[in-house]
């Protein structure tokens, strides 16, 4: 800056000063403009992300709170993560799967329902597994999951050459990707064991009802209620004619019309009648 005449000399600090001020009564408004939008996508950054953390946080807690098949679906069509959705579904699938082979109840028309509602969800798993094909729902586990799920319902419903089918995408699959190779094993083995669902299931036969033991004749009878058990007395029976050890009787020694009379043993006989 040129100094006027007559005028003290200004230092350097001055001039700088001015030349500040200058600036920001030029630039000033356009420095403050972009300081605003700076600050204010700082603060809407921040926001989002502690949103979607927040988000993130509660769809993984609503997926390890869930037990059941309904709620595990019920988590997958709310949340917007694609692997919270994913592992929702094979988890829904999964659970109706086992109902549907281990629960001895669930058979007939429950059983085919079971299985196709596991099937359901299968195949979405794979649908949107194979459509992102990259990030948190596209990934290779999914895919494999969803395959190997698809082959064990057609397994259940003994449909061999379907699941044939099924399990020879599953080995595919699993070729196709590195360190994979117990997935294509466990297939072939299911390929292997396919042949026994023609197999007509015997069940063991029913066991046979043991013999009831059959009560020995009297035993546990009473005495008293059975005639033939115990003897009774005779009803036509007085007490002077029961006869007792010393009381037998010889032959002639009873007289005609007459009654039994005990004779002393040394005693006389009595005199004949005179003629």
Not at 84 to 104: C, F, G, Y
Not at 241 to 247: E, L, R
């Amino acid at each position: 800056m040129e100094q006027r005449p007559h005028e003290a000399p200004r230092s350097e600090v001055m001039e700088t000063l001015d030349d500040w001020r200058n600036a920001w009564e030029r630039y000033g408004s356009v420095i403050m403009t972009v300081v605003a939008v700076v600050l204010i996508v700082f603060a809407v950054t921040r926001y989002l992300s502690t949103s979607r953390s927040a988000a993130h946080n509660e769809a993984w807690s609503s997926l390890a709170a869930s037990t059941a098949p309904a709620s595990y679906v019920a988590v997958a069509g709310e949340t917007a993560n694609g692997g919270v959705r994913q592992n929702a579904r094979l988890a829904a699938a999964d659970l109706l799967l086992d109902e549907a082979i281990r629960d001895p109840t669930a058979a007939g028309e429950a059983g085919t329902a079971l299985l196709d509602r596991a099937e359901k969800q299968y195949q979405a798993v794979l649908d949107e597994a194979r459509a992102a094909r990259a990030g948190a729902a596209g990934h290779p586990l999914y895919e494999l999951n969803a395959l190997e799920g698809l082959a064990v319902v057609a397994e259940a419903r003994r449909d061999a050459e379907l699941a044939r089918t099924r399990f020879e995408a599953v080995i595919a699959a699993a070729e196709a990707m590195p360190g994979m190779g117990r997935w294509s094993a466990r297939a072939r083995g299911h390929i292997e064991a396919l042949p026994l669902l023609s197999e007509e299931v015997v069940f063991a036969p029913e066991p046979e009802p043991e013999p009831t033991p059959e009560a020995e004749p009297g035993a546990g009878a009473d005495p008293a209620a059975d005639p033939a058990g115990s003897p009774t007395p005779d009803a036509s029976a007085t007490p002077g004619d029961a006869s007792t050890p010393g009381d037998a009787s010889t032959p002639g020694d009873e007289a005609a019309g007459g009654s039994l009379i005990d004779a002393p043993a040394d005693a006389e006989p009595a005199p004949a009648p005179a003629p």
